[in-house]
Nanobody, 123 residues
Framework: VQLQASGGGLVQAGGSLRLSCAAS????????MGWFRQAPMKEREFVAA????????YYADSVKGRFTISRDNAKNTMYLQMNSLTSEDTAIYFC?????????????????WGQGTLVTVSS
């Protein structure tokens, strides 16, 4: 599986962005998918994840109520709608695919990673 993240950019605090993660291959619907981010001088952290069906979604406390993860298995694409952005959300955002049924919040359980897209929130 190859993953391509896009949609990052520069946005003012309070604004919104939608990230996309396009996957190659015909097995996209079998994978749990996740978004992770890494800010300068910080470790990578979990942001949000979605199970293969799209029914189960999981969020980091820091983004609950502001971010929404979704997927379209027919288009082999996952999304992250980000609202009410703050400077704390500035980071490179990575999408990842997980063949397992559990551990979607744990980056170590992911099998494939995209190259990342930069989100910069100006205050």
């Amino acid at each position: 599986v190859q993953l391509q993240a896009s949609g990052g950019g520069l946005v003012q605090a309070g604004g919104s962005l939608r990230l996309s993660c396009a996957a190659s291959g015909r097995t996209f619907s079998r994978y749990g998918m996740g978004w992770f981010r890494q800010a300068p001088m910080k470790e990578r952290e979990f942001v949000a994840a979605i199970d293969w069906s799209g029914i189960g979604t999981y969020y980091a406390d820091s983004v609950k109520g502001r971010f929404t993860i979704s997927r379209d298995n027919a288009k082999n694409t996952m999304y992250l709608q980000m609202n009410s952005l703050t400077s704390e959300d500035t980071a490179i955002y990575f999408c990842a695919a997980n063949l397992g049924l559990v551990g979607l919040e744990d980056g170590r359980r992911y099998d494939y990673w995209g190259q990342g897209t930069l989100v910069t929130v100006s205050s």
